[in-house]
């Protein structure tokens, strides 16, 4: 585990050295004038932290958990208000010559006090609903970094509700948080009139999903009402299709109107039914789907009022409604471009042209992998990849093998971290995500990320090394 | 105790490799299956530097050259990457001031005027500096990012000489970007005579340099360390078939007057002598100014860029009677020994073909020296009426096959653009004129004189001319002799046999050599001590002064000169169209003219035929 850490971040070094190398003066990759040479410095002070983390007592990290948890939490108050302005987010702390992004050491902090939390005895999402503090654990720091105005950051922390998931959090909320951004998606992807009235495609495909939820729904909960089932499927198709025959050949109206019709005569179906035969889980499968409904009308106003106009702006870039190659999708064209042009064997180590003509913009950080890409090609990259998905599921049998709930929770906590971030940043740089900023563990420059995942591992690392003790 | 949820690791697992896969097969079309992305990286990191090939020299038939290469630059601008601009100080390195820089940037950036335009692209900003204008700007262009210097090589002409045969270079237009794709906007091409017939051959093949150039438009080196540059293939030297001396001389004597004057050798085919008067300077069509001064040339009442030689054309008047007597030889009408009565002219039809008065009857070769209408009239007649033909129609169709084997009425395909192909009347011609029944002979009788419908070019009657010295084939009349490293194109080497047997020429020689010897002959101002000279005089008759035309070979026997002088309202081809022929016969054929002629010479110099005939109507 520790060979594959030092292989990453020997690997992120070469390319953080590659990605600032320049043609005219080909500088020592030591050299403090380039970020290789900073970063060189950020690995030996993360070095030593992992050895001084190795040393450590296992059991004191259970000790400090709460207490980092909440100095964490004050650091991140007292950022917000001390931190200067850089490029937009009020995130950094400059002590002396280095500067500190508190948020990157947030996320071990976190992590801990969620492990703390969850391995208290009995707790158990299913029956205590005081187990949804778990929830505020998250949340709390998610809020702080969001007023640093860190968005991607704060996403990170969403990773969590994935350990959550490991220690018994119902998949069904996993499912609707799915079935919300599918539902934002496409309602704001096509936003067109295609209709007679002012419902958009989007808004039509979006209901005509929630019937599809609905149907499959029911019929997963309650397997043995197939009389049940026909009449609801009846309900849905019918009514649609005598609409569609009727803008065919008589009068035209919104068929949207028709598929809220149906919508609504369901539920009613479904609660009297359910009434009358006792059929269980009914009331949930009734709410959400009034709540999808509700979500889907409040899309709009969420798009337009919420979110900010550059964030407008990526998204329907993202979602390939408006084609800027020049603003707000220069970034990712220009990473697909040079990951495009590297083929199957790559334009070779420092021979990229892409990336050392400075055209990928933030390739020594966050689109770090275009140098990859460029000069390591379709082998290189599959590699690197391949690389991320073994450390990660190593992490995931590594978490589960160990006795103490403290260090499985804490190991998921890990591995969610890095798979978020990994799954992000590879998709953003790939053009199949939107364009969130967050650094690709060990490769992207900065010492805070590099130092943060650093402490994040080697705790799990040496929690794992101490998985026999048999007191907590 | 709480249920154990550990299946779910698998799931977790399973999300994991699930993305990762997707990840890969996302990374397998972008790098494998697209080479999109390769392009658009090439477009981003590739500047291309076109580097021109030198175009190829042309040479005289001794090896004088006669056009070369000499360096200017062209300043270039990119405006996308025009950055900070310090127009003051660029404009006081150019030694322009800033009201012409904008200017001239709003006439780049207007499509209608410059319909290439790219923002991407260098556009000319300023064409064809020479090297001492632009060293000031030299120096400090890296202050002026988006401007640049572009090395171009201009034509230079050793001679003011031969501007109409040469042709000239020019920048390339849309039609031409549209239909070669070897150009692009701002490069050059030959547009008229041999520049541009040759054009493939002398402009050679363009290099390229692949530099590296960064997100800001800066250069940072070679492309693959240069590796897939294309070094420029220079242009093919050309050797023409004229001679500059006789060119030269041609020109000179052809000065202040309008007309044209071309010089073949039998043998070859070869253009020894082009003129088309007025002519020019070449070189003012080339570098600054140039469009001001082709405006001035093409402005000109005497129609400066007419190619006279193959471009303008008129009836060949007598010089045809040689034609006709070839064909009528040929068809058995007449025999050299055949005689028709002249009464100073030939009356038929109760009108009269008006003759010279001369002795008579007389036979062929006497005809052809004294050049008697009569006779021509006569025999030509006989011919169309002859009932072995059938009819009008089927006499006329193989008269013009005949005629049409000399070149005449069709492109002869010299190597000169441009060519028009005179017009030779045929028996539908006939029939839409007069209806089907309604001519013979007599109707067409001014053919046989060589006026009514026939028009030839200079050019073509020169060819008559080889074709007789050759005793009846000619090679194409080409005016380039060599192609470095190449052949020529097999149609100048091919010798066309023309559908009149040898034997028949035999007179035709006798009564042009007649028309020099003979006290009755129209040509005897051409006589060169030493030299057996044959002419053959002709008029073009004309709305006001007649166009003189003559045509000569020599020697007799061995020709290696065919000429052809062709002077626009001329007068009677004694005056100016022979004596002018035999000076360039001296000139050619001995190197200089004699004391005891020079004042020949001081005479044609002399003479100004420029302003004769003002629309006579």
Partial sequence: MILLYLVLVFWGWMTIYSASYNYEESLSIFNMDLVSGKQFLWICISMVMAVVLLLLDSRWYQDVANVAYVLILLLLMFTIVVAEDVKGSRSWLFIGPFSLQPAEFAKFATSLALARYISKNGFDLKHSRRDYLAFFIILVPVMLIIMQKEMGSALVYFALFLVLFREGLTPWILGAAFSAILIFIVSIRFSENVFWEATSLGTFLALLFIQVLLLSWFSLANRRETMMRRVLLALMLIPLFLACLCNAFFWQFDLAYVLLGSLALSLIYITWASLKKNLKNVFALVASIVMAIAFLYATDFLFEKVLQPHQQMRTKVFLGMIDDPNNAGYNVNQAKISIGSGGFLGKGYLEGTQTKLKYVPEQDTDFIFCTIGEEFGFLGSTLLIVLYVYFMIRLILLAERQRHRFSRVYGYCVVSIFFFHVLINLGMVLGIMPVIGIPLPFFSYGGSSLLGFTILLFIFLRLDADRLRISV | ?617
């Fill in chain 2, 1 to 617: 105790m709480s249920k154990d949820y550990s299946s779910r690791s698998t799931v977790i697992i399973a999300m994991v490799v699930v993305v990762a896969l997707a990840y890969i097969v996302r990374l397998a079309h972008l790098q494998l299956f697209s080479d999109e992305y390769e392009r658009s990286a090439d477009r981003n990191a590739q500047h291309v530097k076109t580097i021109y090939p030198e175009r190829g020299i042309l040479y005289d038939r001794n090896g004088e050259v006669m056009v070369y290469n000499s360096v200017y630059y062209d300043l270039m601008v990119t405006t996308r990457e025009m950055k900070n601009l310090d127009t003051l100080s660029f404009c006081r390195h150019l030694g322009i001031n800033v009201e012409d820089f904008d200017k001239r940037m709003k006439e780049i950036r207007n499509r209608r005027i410059n319909p290439g335009y790219s923002s991407y692209t260098p556009q000319v900003f300023m064409p064809q500096l020479s090297m001492e204008a632009c060293a000031p700007l030299q120096e400090h262009l890296f202050n002026y990012p988006g401007f640049s210097l572009q090395k171009r090589s201009l034509r230079s002409y050793s001679r003011p000489v031969a501007a109409h045969a040469l042709g000239y270079v020019g920048e390339v237009n849309r039609r031409d970007l549209e239909n070669d794709a070897y150009y692009a906007v701002g490069d050059y091409s030959g547009r008229s005579g041999i520049e541009r017939m040759y054009e493939e051959k002398l402009r050679g093949e363009k290099g390229k340099e692949f530099y590296l150039r960064d997100v800001h438009g800066r250069i940072k080196g070679r492309f693959a360390n240069g590796n897939k540059d294309v070094p420029p293939v220079p242009g093919k030297d050309l050797t023409l078939s004229l001679d500059a001396d006789l060119q030269a001389y041609a020109e000179s004597l052809m000065q202040n007057k309008r007309g044209a004057v071309v010089a073949i050798e039998p043998s070859s085919g070869e253009i020894l002598c082009y003129v088309s008067a007025p002519t020019y300077d070449p070189s003012l069509l080339v570098g600054n100014g140039s469009s001001e001064h082709y405006r001035a040339l093409s402005d000109s009442p005497y129609k400066v860029f007419l190619n006279r030689p193959i471009q303008s054309f008129y009836p060949p008047g007598s010089t045809f009677k040689t034609l006709q007597a070839l064909v009528l030889l040929q068809e058995g009408i007449i025999t050299p020994q055949t005689k028709y009565a002249c009464h100073q002219g030939y009356s038929f039809a109760g009108m009269k073909l008006g003759c010279h008065s001369h002795e008579s009857p007389m036979a062929l070769a006497p005809s052809i020296a004294t050049s008697c209408n009569a006779y021509f009239a006569a025999a030509y007649r006989a011919m169309v009426d002859d009932e072995k033909y059938g009819s009008s129609q089927a006499s006329m169709q193989v008269w013009r096959n005949h005629v049409s084997s000399f070149g005449y009425g069709e492109k002869l395909g010299v190597d000169i653009a441009y060519e028009q192909s005179g017009f030779i009347p045929d028996e539908n011609f006939y029939d839409k004129l007069y209806g089907k029944r309604g001519w013979k002979g007599a109707t067409i009788i001014s053919n046989s004189i060589g006026q009514g419908e026939i028009l030839a070019t200079p050019m073509q009657i020169a060819n008559l001319c080889a074709i007789i010295a050759n005793r009846g084939w000619y090679y194409t009349p080409h005016m380039v002799k060599a192609i470095e490293g190449e052949s020529l194109d097999p149609r100048f080497t091919t010798p066309h046999r023309v559908s009149v047997d040898s034997v028949h020429f035999q007179p035709i020689v006798d009564g042009m050599r007649a028309a020099v010897t003979e006290s009755f002959g129209t040509s005897r101002g051409v006589a060169v001590p030493g030299i057996e000279v044959c002419g053959k005089t002709g008029t073009a008759q004309n709305a006001g002064v007649d166009h003189s035309i003559f045509m000569c070979f020599a020697p007799k026997e061995n020709p290696q000169i065919a000429l052809l002088v062709f002077i626009e309202n001329g007068g009677f081809g004694a005056t100016w169209a022979v004596p002018m022929a035999s000076l360039l016969l001296e000139q050619y054929l001995k190197g200089d003219i004699a004391p005891n002629r020079k004042w020949m010479e001081t005479r044609l110099l002399n003479a100004n035929l420029m302003e004769v005939e003002p629309e006579q109507k």
